[in-house]
């Protein structure tokens, strides 16, 4: 059994988003993650999706998407992404696709591992954080400590935390999100959202603190799920 992961999927089977208006790169992208996961990933591993699967807007419309995705081989971990705006209760969603983990404020295990997370939010400094990101910075925490604590509880020893948003700015500063990672017990922590070289170049990645940092975007990636177990 293996860990894969990839964010930023941004399917749009019902509604008309095309990707390439952000570079030639991401033609027919989610055709590429399709086959390219199908070649990669076996029945019996996981898929964690650190967030922002589906252009769609209300859970109906995401229906294709997301169906798309249950029938891909192995075992799915999804977390909410800042446009996953069809994403209303998790609890709902594990109902009618029972082989899906919608996580929220909680957590769960592959083998020995707990894996945890929430989106997070543009950190202070970053060139885009506004007074009115603060609100939404501060509840993110609580959202990450809760799913963190939950796994604690379980008897966690080693944590692979997942977030959509980095968890740092653009600078790579000490942030709440990173205080509250080093006082846990994680080892690895996937997310996504930076698109471009730019981004992608701005991001933490490698080890910091004892903990190792990936970039999981579909574009990263070039569209192909990276085995991080």
Not at 42 to 66: C, F, H, N, R, Y
Not at 197 to 212: A, T, Y
Request: charged content about 30%.
């Amino acid at each position: 059994m293996g860990l894969f992961a990839i964010a930023d999927l941004h399917f749009g089977f019902s509604v008309n988003k095309p990707m390439s208006i952000f570079g030639s790169h991401w033609e027919g992208h989610s055709e590429k993650i399709i086959a390219n996961w199908k070649k990669d990933v076996g029945v019996e591993d996981t898929v964690l999706l650190p967030g922002d699967i589906s252009w769609a807007m209300k859970e109906e419309d995401a229906q294709v998407d997301l169906q798309i995705i249950n029938d891909l081989p192995g075992r799915k971990i999804f977390l909410e992404g800042n446009h996953d705006y069809w994403w209303k209760s998790a609890s709902k969603l594990e109902r009618k696709y029972e082989k899906m983990r919608f996580l929220k404020n909680d957590c769960e295990l592959y083998e020995n591992v707990f894996i945890c997370g929430t989106r997070g939010w543009l950190c202070p400094n970053d060139t885009h954080f506004t007074p009115q990101d603060k609100k939404l910075y501060e509840r993110e925490q609580i959202r990450l400590k809760l799913s963190l604590d939950t796994a604690m509880r379980k008897g966690a020893e080693e944590i692979l935390l997942m977030l959509h948003f980095p968890p740092t700015n653009e600078k790579q500063e000490k942030s709440a999100f990173l205080q509250i990672i080093e006082e846990y017990p994680i080892r690895q922590v996937v997310y996504g959202h930076l698109h471009g070289k730019q981004s992608h170049d701005m991001g933490l990645k490698g080890e910091r603190n004892g903990v190792h940092y990936q970039l999981v975007s579909a574009d990263y990636l070039n569209f192909c799920p990276k085995r991080i177990l």
